[in-house]
């Protein structure tokens, strides 16, 4: 009996042994490198796998190939996005619903800030990626109204712009269009942040000798804000950065009777535009001025190739209004 007991035994763990045992000590770990990485090799597949997820996510804003499907999806994506809360506090949803190409525009860029330059309420206005105010500056703008067109028409363009570079302007002397050179330094302030705009490349926000014009329709399509004002936008501006430039009430009317329509939105609510204002009709004088324009912006990128052969910078506008709005020289970029 004995020895049938420890035979029975034996039997038992042997098959324990074989069954249980044995495989682990076999070097054979397909079963559990299937849950859990064992290698480096492991870890990086599993990595690869991660990162092709990653990579079929939806396009976000400020992602490249981002695009909003339509205009009422821009406000949509301001009403449901995580950072909803953030958009609502500023101007974004007034610019999704009154100009929603705008709106996507600036969603969709990689920015950290946009300017407006506004008309209406003559201000200089830096915002933050959210749509909230940061600074506000009163400002001069053109004494002519409506959008620019051409060279010396002393107006200031309106539209969808960004910031073409950065200048110190403290040396720079206005040179009018006989060629004749101010002698007086510091007509543009100590700052020139030049637009890049299609009609002309010597428009641009800077400072001025002439603080008491701040406030008015005075310049020959330049920007100005006081010197102090400009020492401390040029700290948070960089090429690059979207500049929106708004029509105010007179300049919307001229733009109608030349059939330019330029978008608008308002800054503040004492702004906007009446219900009898957007049913007003636009002209069709612009297909007559068509031909002109483009005649003129040839001439004027002629005009630009000849400047850059001569490693002139250029700034275009005087503070002396007898002087016809021309070109100033520098030379330090900043």
């Known amino acids: 009996m004995n020895s049938r007991y420890i035979f029975f035994n034996l039997a038992r763990l ?22 859990t990485p064992d290698s480096p090799a492991d870890e990086i597949s599993v990595f690869v796998e991660k990162d092709s997820v990653i990579e079929k996510r939806e396009p976000q804003p400020g992602d490249p190939d ?24 500023g101007i974004l949803p007034v610019i999704a619903k009154e100009v929603p190409k705008y709106a996507a525009r600036l969603l969709s860029g990689t920015h950290t800030r946009f300017i407006v330059v506004d008309k209406a309420s003559m201000r200089v206005i830096l915002y933050d990626r959210y749509g909230r105010v940061e ?102 501006v960089e090429p690059g950065m979207p500049v929106i430039v708004l029509p105010g009430k007179r300049d919307r009317a001229v733009n109608r009777e030349e059939g ?31 031909k002109a324009k483009t005649d003129t912006i040839a001439d004027d990128k002629a005009d630009s190739g000849s400047a850059q052969e001569d490693s002139i910078k250029t700034a275009p506008d005087a503070e002396d209004q007898a002087m016809p709005d021309s070109i100033a020289s520098g030379k330090e970029s900043i």
Not at 15 to 35: E, H, Q, R, T, V
Not at 191 to 217: A, M, N
């Open 14 to 35: 042997t098959y324990l042994y074989i069954a249980f045992i044995l495989p682990g000590c076999s070097g054979d770990k397909k079963s559990s490198s299937s849950s």
């Open 135 to 236: 600074k506000s500056y009163d400002m001069a703008c053109a004494k002519n109204f409506g959008t620019k067109h051409k060279k010396a028409d002393s107006r200031t363009p309106e539209g969808f712009f960004e910031v073409e570079g950065i200048y110190n302007s403290t040396d720079w002397l206005y040179t009018d269009d006989d060629g004749v050179t101010s002698k007086k330094k510091g007509q543009f302030g100590p700052r020139f942040i030049r637009l890049k705009i299609p009609v002309t490349s010597q428009i641009g926000i800077h400072g001025t000798c002439s603080p008491w014009s701040i406030g008015h329709r005075t310049s020959h399509g330049c920007i100005r804000i006081t010197n102090e004002n400009i020492m401390e936008l040029v700290e948070l």
């Open 66 to 89: 981002f695009r909003f499907n339509s205009d009422d999806s821009v406000s949509e994506y301001l009403d449901t996005c995580r950072n909803a809360a953030l958009y609502s506090e």
């Open 260 to 290: 330019y329509f330029i978008p608008y939105f308002p800054t503040e609510q004492k702004y906007a535009m009446t219900e009898k204002e957007k049913s007003l009709p636009y002209s069709d004088k612009r297909e007559e001025d068509l």
